[in-house]
């Protein structure tokens, strides 16, 4: 393709803009990215090697399903995946046991969601179909994967969007990159600087301007881009901060049918793997369910690294809101010491590195991944048109299964990429 003096400007340098920058540049754009924080990545959040002996993420861990656009672009990078291997241990509140992942009404369920034509909310779909007693503990076990996996509302998550990962029995098969995502997007940005794209850090964009066939993306700090188009690639809760152009602001408002979830997550390391010593049949677990104010906690398996991460996504986040990163953290190791019957003081002075963040705390993300309600696919194309010339991309845009993934940032980034190639 010819060489082209367009100028597209991406807001944002997580994995959708990344992606969109590399594609764009590759054919002769010039490309500039202006991101808010001090790095590339946005959501994916690598931590220190020096601290926790390994790439470990306080943001995005765990590549879902086939993601051919990540595996592809991994491939390329020279970086392998390892499947998520192990068992699935829950908590009562009195025993550690090992989970049978086989519900007894498993088949009604799937039965129930593939005759479904409509959409509906979970909740709704629920109290429709398996209102009485016996299915209580299946109502409980959907309401907290669609809470804690999704990070969404049951009330308001669209049932069909979620029925693919229903009826694989809980989620798509799960693997970890080794090296991290971090590693992906250290390629990424490497690439892209390569094919000329010039990332500015620091860069708070606080308006985009249209005037006849070009734009102006303001920042805060007084630096102005004039360029021929804009991709925002922000998370959904910052866009309504930006002040747009009409063409732009006019599709704002679907953003409003789009779910946006927060997760809290807490990283430990800890001198040794003190739970396979004291639970000898915990050697293979790799994610641990509980009643806890910290629910879910998964281990590093097969690798031998004594680190736990704690997990808690969805509305009830909101309880720890007051909650800074020390607080999180003694929240994980009360969380722990209740499931393992220790005190925290004895688990604490195990405790070798620690991060928690709350993602609705991080002022440039308010929160940590979209999800579908019935009303988003609608939402999803309106945002998606190519009027004016701000175009909008990212992971809350893809209308793939995988929605709220990296996979669906890399995707969509490149889909808005192509949007543009197209002309």
Not at 27 to 34: E, I
Not at 80 to 96: A, C, R, T, V, Y
Not at 140 to 153: N, P
Request: glycine share 10%; net charge negative; with cysteine.
């Amino acid at each position: 393709m010819p060489e082209t003096s367009e100028h597209i400007v991406i807001v944002g340098a997580g994995a959708a803009g990344l992606m969109a920058a590399r594609e764009l540049a590759r054919t002769g754009r010039k490309v500039t990215v202006l991101e808010a924080r001090e790095r590339c990545g946005g959501r994916i959040l690598p931590l220190p090697v020096s601290e926790f002996g390994y790439p470990a993420a306080g943001g995005a861990e765990f590549v879902h399903g086939e993601a051919p656009v990540t595996r592809g672009l991994l491939r390329e990078a020279g970086l392998s995946l390892h499947e998520i291997e192990g068992e699935q241990w829950s908590f009562d509140g009195i025993k550690l046991t090992r989970e049978d992942r086989d519900d007894p009404h498993k088949a009604e369920l799937q039965a129930v969601l593939r005759d479904l034509k409509d959409d509906l909310s979970v909740a709704e779909f629920l109290r429709r179909h398996f209102a009485g007693d016996d299915y209580a503990p299946m109502r409980q076990s959907i309401e907290r994967m669609v809470e804690g996996y999704d990070a969404a509302d049951p009330e308001r998550a669209s049932t069909l969007a979620l029925r693919e990962e229903w009826m694989d029995g809980g989620h798509a098969p799960q693997a970890r990159i080794d090296g991290g995502y971090g590693a992906l997007i250290d390629y990424l940005a490497a690439d892209c600087r390569r094919c000329g794209v010039t990332i500015h850090f620091g860069c708070v964009v606080s308006a985009i301007e249209e005037g006849g066939d070009t734009a102006a993306v303001r920042c805060g700090g007084g630096d102005v881009h004039a360029c021929d188009r804009v991709i925002l690639t922000v998370p959904l809760p910052l866009l309504p901060e930006m002040a747009l152009p009409a063409s732009a602001r006019a599709r704002l408002a679907a953003t409003q049918d789009i779910g946006f979830g927060n997760v809290i997550k807490i990283v430990l390391r800890f001198a040794r793997p003190w739970w396979r010593e004291r639970h000898q049949d915990l050697a293979a677990m790799t994610f641990l369910l509980s009643d806890r104010t910290i629910p879910v906690w998964w281990t590093q398996y097969p690798s031998g690294q004594a680190v736990l991460t704690g997990w808690f996504g969805g509305p009830r986040t909101a309880e720890l809101e007051s909650l800074d990163p020390q607080g999180l953290i003694h929240a994980g190791l009360d969380s722990l010491a209740a499931i393992f019957k220790l005190s925290r003081e004895d688990i604490a002075r195990e405790l070798v590195a620690a991060a928690a963040t709350n993602w609705a705390h991080d002022p440039f993300a308010r929160g940590a991944y979209s999800w579908a309600t019935p009303r988003t696919r609608a939402a999803q194309a309106i945002l998606a048109r190519a009027d004016g010339l701000v175009l909008f991309s990212g992971e809350a845009l893809y209308r793939g299964r995988d929605m709220g993934t990296v996979e669906a940032a890399l995707a969509s980034g490149q889909e808005t990429a192509g949007m543009i190639l197209r002309g």
